[in-house]
């Protein structure tokens, strides 16, 4: 088995693929700009300085290179007054949860952590170490770009769930928002989460669901709102189940939402198709395929010591 510092000198590479390298070479541009004394705002938006902060070329530096990063997923963001709305607002999220977790001094993992805007956000509760986890290289730019100018200590890893049982050190609090419906076998995704956290260490998840009492789950047949890398959608009490045989107790249903457009939207910096042109156009309560139209489900539960 690989150790984790030889995956990532190999995925290091990746910048250099040539759909990467452009858009690697653009950030770079945007990291010579310099800057001091940014005033920070962990907000909604992720705020960054204000206008007058860049002169007029490295404005147009900065412009260039987050248009080359189009589509931005999550956020939002605002660089030095200039706002950058995202696909998803990612804040409406981070809001409904942030009451349910205190992480100062603790050490902390956002796994599928995308631009890296959850874990901006999670910088004002101070956790001691503060990880992402995205093998993604093009959102570990869109993460370089923002953190250029954020100066945080974030690390980002091109790494994947699936490397968490081999990492350096374990974790007080794993975060895998909007992950799970991605993986092929659920269960196991959450014991890799299990077995990558300290004593009495915590997780916090969110993932499709469909109503129901049955402990079932749905399995879309190719695409499920268009996408076609969603596995499964289970019922509360099927996730539940797979979290107990994954080894977790006090599991806890913070929320449950209805993805709605405010959420989720096409915009300037997106990708031309968002959740309006994933649902039947003659029944907002199914998606094209004629599924049950996404709705999410907020879970929290505690390491089984």
């Known amino acids: 088995m690989q150790n984790v510092d030889e995956i990532r000198q190999e995925r290091q590479k990746w910048f250099n693929w040539k759909n990467i390298k452009p858009l690697y070479d653009a950030v770079e541009k945007v990291k010579q700009i310099k800057t001091d004394d940014l005033n920070i705002e962990l907000g909604d938006y992720v705020k960054v300085g204000s206008k007058d902060n860049l002169n007029d070329t490295d404005h147009e530096i900065l412009l260039d290179a987050k248009k080359s990063l189009i589509p931005w997923r999550k956020g939002p963001f605002d660089l030095f007054d200039s706002k950058l709305e995202t696909e998803w607002r990612s804040d409406k999220k981070y809001n409904l949860i942030r009451p349910h977790f205190n992480l100062k001094d603790k050490i902390v993992a956002d796994v599928g952590c995308n631009n890296g805007y959850y874990m901006f956000r999670m910088l004002e509760d101070k956790p001691k170490i503060l990880k992402g986890f995205d093998p993604s290289p093009f959102f570990n730019l869109q993460f370089d770009l923002v953190n250029h100018f ?108 209805t993805t709605d457009s405010e959420e989720q939207r096409v915009t300037p910096w997106t990708f031309e198709q968002s959740l309006d042109d994933y649902l039947d156009s003659e029944d907002k309560t199914k998606t094209v395929e004629g599924y049950p139209a996404p709705k999410r489900v907020y879970i929290k539960a505690k390491k089984k010591n």
């Open 150 to 257: 954020v100066k945080s200590d974030i690390k980002f890893e091109l790494l994947g769930v699936e490397h968490l049982e081999i990492y350096e050190h374990k974790f007080d609090f794993i975060f895998m928002l909007g992950v799970l419906y991605h993986r092929a076998d659920p269960i196991g995704t959450l014991k890799s989460l299990n077995r990558a956290l300290n004593k009495n260490g915590e997780i916090i998840i969110d993932t499709f669901m469909i109503d129901g009492e049955e402990e079932v789950a749905l399995t879309p047949h190719s695409r499920y709102s268009k996408m076609p890398n969603i596995y499964f959608v289970p019922t509360i009490p099927a996730l539940k189940n797979w979290l107990n045989r994954a080894g977790f107790i006090d599991i806890e249903v913070i929320a449950t939402t």
